[in-house]
């Protein structure tokens, strides 16, 4: 049986109080294991989104439990074990796209001589060799997507995270990037979960987990 990475238990996270409080997730449960393949789908405002911060503890319940028994507690969770691919813009303004890359390896604490080499090659697998010295307001939003995805992989996490990541891509390109992410996570043993409205991108999935008004059904 695979290694159990995450459990949420009737974990649910509303907004604003009173009136205005507002129920992004409701009452939800479920299990990553390793190895796992899950798309999330559903509509806008559905609480995919919510869903990912919760498991990458970027965030936390307004009720339920989520555990780690993976990974470690959620205080020491680092890039290494859990990555995320945000769907806005979220490389950092002031380095380059080489430097944005190699940061999440150095972050990991893993050896600084071979930060540069291993950034390097999972941005060349993306065919983002030839822009590594540019900042991120000189990128397309397709390629900072790219740089994205390349920073979230190249520590070859636990658990990969990714939200909408082909949003701004061609199909072409989409294709490319989902590929990269299947490699990382079966190179590393690694879950994938990728939260996606992309029908092309849930079929290549093992398993789809719908939430419709937070409920995941």
């Known amino acids: 049986m695979d290694e159990l990475l995450v459990s949420l238990d009737g974990v649910s996270r509303h907004y604003g109080r009173g009136r205005t409080e507002t129920a992004a ?7 990553i294991t390793a190895n796992a393949r899950v798309a999330i789908v559903g509509p806008s405002g559905s609480g995919k989104s919510t869903l990912l911060h919760l498991i990458a503890g970027l965030d936390t319940p307004t009720t339920g439990v989520i555990r780690w028994p993976g990974l470690g507690s959620e205080a020491d969770l680092r890039p290494d074990q859990i990555c995320l691919v945000f769907q806005t813009p ?9 430097e944005n890359v190699e940061l999440c390896w150095l972050l990991s604490k893993r050896n600084e001589a071979d930060a540069r080499s291993a950034a390097l090659q999972i941005l060349a697998k993306l065919d983002l060799s030839s822009i590594v010295d540019k900042l991120p307001d000189e990128l397309s939003g397709g390629q900072v997507q790219r740089v ?13 995270l990714a939200d909408e990541p082909t949003g ?6 989409a294709s490319k990037l989902i590929e990269t992410l ?9 879950a994938l979960i990728i939260a996606t409205h992309d029908p092309a991108v849930a079929g290549r999935m093992r398993a789809q987990w719908r939430l419709v008004h937070g409920k995941l059904e």
Do not use: Y
Not at 90 to 98: A, F
Not at 168 to 173: E, I, R
Not at 182 to 190: I, K, M, P, V
């Open 90 to 98: 979220s490389l950092l303004p002031t380095l380059t796209v080489l």
């Open 148 to 160: 994205a995805a390349a920073r979230a992989v190249v520590c070859e996490p636990r658990l990969i």
């Open 25 to 31: 997730l409701c009452n939800v449960s479920c299990q």
């Open 168 to 173: 701004q891509l061609d199909s072409a390109t």
């Open 182 to 190: 299947l490699d990382s996570a079966a190179n590393s043993g690694a």
